[in-house]
């Protein structure tokens, strides 16, 4: 079997073998600094809780609920206007419509925007109803590129190091795979082409069916433009969703990654390994975002 699906597997059934001996962060008790943008108009300044920055790297859970688990379904917002202030105000996700807020510590600013998050079933076609989230902004274009990273961390190391739950960067952390979803600026739909945390492992024994699932995805976001259906349309015929792919982008990352990791062990390391495995997940769905900008603008 190929490494990609080997590796996809193991994240399905890792939650049946290993439950007992890992346990993940989902929350910072803490009031963060944030702007919140209002669906009228308005804006409120100040700090929020129960958040952990969408960098990313800072959901640590496997199986179930993965968008439960990392408050991506939040129904309200706690916020006050200022860390010394008494009174916690609950402000209803129905009223919000961006969250904007900063790492104290890097001073790197992140983004949560709501989306009715829509799948594509196994007859290829979107669901009808959706469910409401607040998504982290990965990447801002003509079409956003939405998602997370899910991290399994060793549960006798996260106890006594909060830096490496925290963060997932360090070296009793793996990534086990990158959520993604696609929605345009200015819509308030989301499509999620495959939900890793709930497939069965007989599903990832046909990767060319979830695959097909991506094509399917880009052209419901890019419909609005028939030159890009068409990019979509040749990615389909040159399987351009497929292990092949990853693969190649793989052994065309491995050396950058080699180079720089050359010396360095521990968290060190593993930073490096992070950031170019998290790269490596989602590169494949960046070329058709690539081939919409330069069609569609």
């Known amino acids: 079997m190929k490494k990609l699906t080997i590796l996809l597997l193991s994240i399905v059934t890792a939650s049946t073998l290993c439950a007992q001996s890992l346990q993940f962060y989902t929350g910072k008790r803490d009031f963060l600094p944030i702007e919140i943008l209002m669906e009228d108009g308005s804006t409120k300044k100040g700090v929020a809780q129960d958040f952990t920055l969408p960098d990313v790297a800072t959901f640590q859970f496997i199986g179930g609920n993965s968008e439960k688990s990392a408050h991506l379904n939040r129904k309200e917002v706690k916020f006050k206007s200022s860390k010394e202030d008494k009174d916690i105000q609950l402000i209803p996700v129905s009223d919000i419509k961006s969250l904007i807020?900063?790492?104290?510590?890097?001073?790197?600013?992140?983004?949560?925007?709501?989306?009715?998050?829509?799948?594509?079933n196994n007859d290829l076609e979107m669901e009808s109803e959706g469910r409401v989230l607040m998504l982290p902004l990965m990447e801002k274009g003509p079409i956003n590129l939405y998602g997370y990273r899910s991290m399994m961390c060793k549960a006798e190391d996260y106890g006594n190091n909060?830096?490496?739950?925290?963060?997932?960067?360090?070296?009793?952390?793996?990534?086990?795979?990158?959520?993604?979803?696609?929605?345009?600026?200015?819509?308030?739909v989301a499509v999620a082409p495959v939900d890793f945390s709930t497939l069965s492992p007989l599903a990832l024994f046909n990767m060319k069916t979830l695959y097909k699932k991506f094509y399917k995805a880009y052209e419901i976001v890019g419909a609005d433009c028939?030159?890009?259906?068409?990019?979509?349309?040749e990615a389909r015929k040159n399987d351009y969703f497929s292990n092949k792919t990853?693969?190649?982008?793989k052994k065309e990352s491995d050396a950058e990654r080699k180079a720089l990791i050359k010396g360095k062990k521990g968290a060190e390391a593993s930073r490096i390994n992070m950031h170019y495995k998290t790269e490596l997940?989602?590169?494949?769905?960046?070329?058709?975002?690539?081939?919409?900008?330069?069609?569609?603008?």
Do not use: W
Request: glycine share 2%.
């Open 101 to 120: 807020y900063t790492n104290e510590d890097t001073h790197e600013v992140f983004q949560l925007d709501k989306r009715i998050v829509k799948e594509i």
């Open 246 to 249: 990853f693969r190649e982008n």
């Open 281 to 297: 997940y989602t590169k494949m769905y960046r070329k058709l975002i690539d081939d919409y900008k330069q069609t569609c603008q």
């Open 226 to 233: 028939p030159e890009f259906l068409k990019k979509v349309d």
């Open 162 to 188: 909060f830096s490496a739950g925290f963060n997932g960067n360090e070296d009793n952390c793996q990534l086990t795979y990158v959520m993604i979803y696609l929605s345009k600026p200015d819509e308030t």
